[in-house]
């Protein structure tokens, strides 16, 4: 069994940062794939930053540039360092893992992921 406890979360203008954090609790954290998705009121939930198991990143086009997505396996905890944020990335963040790998193939796609955490809610002010 996998839990994942994210924080970080908070409002900020546009423009601002903050940094997103997500614990994962497992036997065995690194053998599993993890992700951040968010879901932006009346949307649907979308990926927003992947990473593979060598460290290696994917990012969705919409925060290229400007998230940062990493992990540090000794302390089990995911990070989404979001800067330049912008109005329209209000929206509840989550890590997602799974054990199905390669970590980056179909990163994105939330019916890939088995475990969820119960989410951390960002507002940027415009």
């Known amino acids: 069994q996998v839990q994942l406890v994210e924080s970080g979360g908070g409002s900020v203008q546009a423009g601002g940062s903050l940094r997103l954090s997500c614990q994962v609790f497992?036997?065995?954290?690194?053998?599993?794939?993890v992700a951040w998705f968010r879901q932006a009121p009346g949307k649907e939930r979308e990926g927003a930053a992947g990473?593979?198991?060598?460290?290696?990143?994917d990012y969705a086009e919409f925060v290229k540039g400007r998230f940062t997505i990493s992990r540090d396996n000794a302390k089990n905890t995911l990070y989404l360092e979001m800067n330049s944020l912008k109005f329209e990335d209000t929206a509840m963040y989550y890590c997602?893992?799974?054990?199905?790998?390669?970590?980056?193939?179909?990163?994105?796609?939330?019916?890939?992921?088995?475990?969820w955490g119960q989410g951390t809610q960002v507002t940027v002010s415009p």
């Open positions: 997602a893992a799974r054990a199905h790998r390669p970590c980056l193939i179909n990163w994105g796609r939330e019916s890939y992921y088995t475990y």
């Open positions: 497992a036997n065995t954290p690194s053998n599993y794939c």
């Open positions: 990473i593979g198991g060598n460290g290696s990143t």
